[in-house]
Structure formats: structure tokens, C-alpha cells
């Protein structure tokens, strides 16, 4: 399975995942089965960021992705992140690769990028703060600026996208970065143990879970049942495609998800009009 019919399988059930959010009634089942989609991509932008010829147009293609999904999610009132999910990865994976290969300007790099974040961050607090935008706005803000603020699951996918190319030699390993993240998500969310370790701090506990949820995309106040609550732990599945992989690229398609990701939603929602 080369990583075109990846891509291809991963955007058929991201369609899958994403009607139910704009039709009722729908089978739960295409939640379940949509959980798969994420780290497929994950999996391939690794792929991509290690095969491609040029990493700095790869970003810029990325980037104005992002950019296109802010805006329409601001303009159509949606909220679907994962492209600031993929910028984001791109860029730990670049810092990633600098510290693996031990590269002279990496500490030059990794401090950028935290007084990026920083700077960032207590920008979009200030604009809250002295002009009170719509929540709506400051989420486009915040996308288009890459803050890791409000990015739903977000040290789970750096996690597994750090693994995914660590262990980009070694199948098994990779497999088992995506068990060990799908029962992290199982144990810390669904079985509420962020919420029992925070409970113990007493006062602390709303502060550390306000940071978990808002800094590290960790949500603590959801419905924690595992088939119709919060089922993001079924992503465990996308190990079988993943592990099917043959190292080929296939026809490429290199610009078909960054037309198709921005494209279905706006087919989605004007069909429900």
C-alpha cells in the first residue's frame, strides 16, 4: 500500500467522520471509523517531510493551508483544526531532525520557536483582553499565527508524529508509538486520570486542568464513554493501514488534499443549507 491509496483511504473516511457534524441521525459508527484518518496523515506528512526535495515549499504549502482553514472555519462558523495540527508537527519535526542530526543552529532554533509560542500567545491574551473579539476571531487569530492554543489533541500527534519518524526504519515500532498514544488517550482522558492526579492537588486542580486543556489540547470537561462519548482512542486502528505501508509513494497527488481538506467541508455545509 503506497502512500497515495494512504492518503486516498484517510480522505474517503475523514468525509466519513465529518457528516455526522453536519447531518443528524447519522450512524455513530462513522465517528468510530473516522478516529483512523488522523494518523494516516500524520504518517504521511512524516513520510513527506522526509522524502521531499524541498521542506521549505512543503511548509509554505502547509501554511497557506492553514491559513484557508482558519478563515473559512471563521466564515462558516466551523472549527476543525487539524491543519494548525499539521503545521504545528512540521515545524517540531524540523526541530526534531535538527537535534537527531545534531545541527549547529538547533538551540538557535528551539528558543525561536518557544518566543514564538510566547510571544504569540501573550499577543492573542492582550487582543482579548483590550478589544473582547468574538471567541470565533481569536480562534482564526490563533490558527493563523500557529499558537498551540485550543488545538485539540495536539501533544498526542506531536507524539506520535515524533515517533513516526524516530522509528521510521522499523514497522513494529511505529505500531506500537500508535498503541502506546491510543491508550495514553484511553487512560488519561477516557478513564479520567488527569482528573484523579489533579483531584489530590486540591486547589491546584483547576488550574492544571485548565492548562492541560487550553496549552496541551488535553480536553478534561467531556463526556468520557468510550463508544459515544469521546472515542479518539479507535485511532489504534490506523495501525493496520499504517503497517501496510510499502515505502512507495505512488502517484503523488500532491496537491489533492490541500484542494480536497478545505473543499468537502464547504460541500458539507452548503448541503445543509
Avoid at 46 to 66: A, D, E, P, S, W
Avoid at 140 to 147: K, R
Wanted: aromatic share 16%; with cysteine; charged share 15%.
Amino acid at each position: 500500500m503506497n502512500s497515495t491509496v494512504l492518503k486516498l483511504i484517510a480522505m474517503i473516511i475523514m468525509v466519513l467522520d465529518h457528516i455526522p457534524n453536519f447531518y443528524d441521525g447519522m450512524p455513530i459508527y462513522f465517528h468510530w471509523i473516522g478516529r483512523i484518518s488522523a494518523p494516516i496523515f500524520v504518517f504521511c506528512l512524516v513520510q513527506g517531510f522526509i522524502h521531499t526535495k524541498n521542506r521549505k515549499k512543503y511548509f509554505i504549502r502547509l501554511y497557506i493551508l492553514n491559513v484557508i482553514m482558519a478563515i473559512e472555519n471563521y466564515v462558516l462558523n466551523l472549527n476543525y483544526s487539524f491543519a494548525t495540527i499539521l503545521v504545528l508537527v512540521f515545524v517540531i519535526l524540523f526541530l526534531v531532525d535538527e537535534i537527531k542530526l545534531k545541527k549547529e543552529k538547533y538551540k538557535l532554533h528551539l528558543v525561536y520557536f518557544i518566543s514564538w509560542q510566547l510571544i504569540i500567545n501573550i499577543i492573542l491574551f492582550s487582543i482579548q483582553d483590550i478589544f473582547e473579539p468574538s471567541y470565533d476571531f481569536m480562534l482564526m487569530l490563533a490558527h493563523i499565527s500557529g499558537s498551540f492554543i485550543e488545538i485539540d489533541l495536539i501533544v498526542f500527534f506531536v507524539a506520535l508524529a515524533i515517533g513516526f519518524y524516530c522509528f521510521k526504519d522499523s514497522k513494529v515500532k511505529i505500531v506500537a508509538c500508535i498503541v502506546v498514544v491510543s491508550l495514553s488517550i484511553l487512560a488519561l482522558i477516557n478513564y479520567s486520570a488527569i482528573n484523579r492526579v489533579s483531584y489530590l492537588l486540591g486547589n491546584k486542580a483547576s488550574l492544571i486542568r485548565n492548562l492541560l486543556d487550553v496549552c496541551f489540547g488535553i480536553p478534561v470537561m467531556i463526556d468520557r464513554n468510550i463508544w459515544y462519548g469521546f472515542p479518539q482512542w479507535m485511532m489504534i486502528f490506523s495501525a493496520i493501514p499504517i503497517f501496510l505501508y510499502n515505502d512507495k509513494k505512488g502517484r503523488g497527488l500532491k496537491y489533492l488534499f490541500y484542494v480536497f481538506y478545505p473543499g468537502h467541508l464547504i460541500i458539507l455545509h452548503f448541503l445543509t443549507i
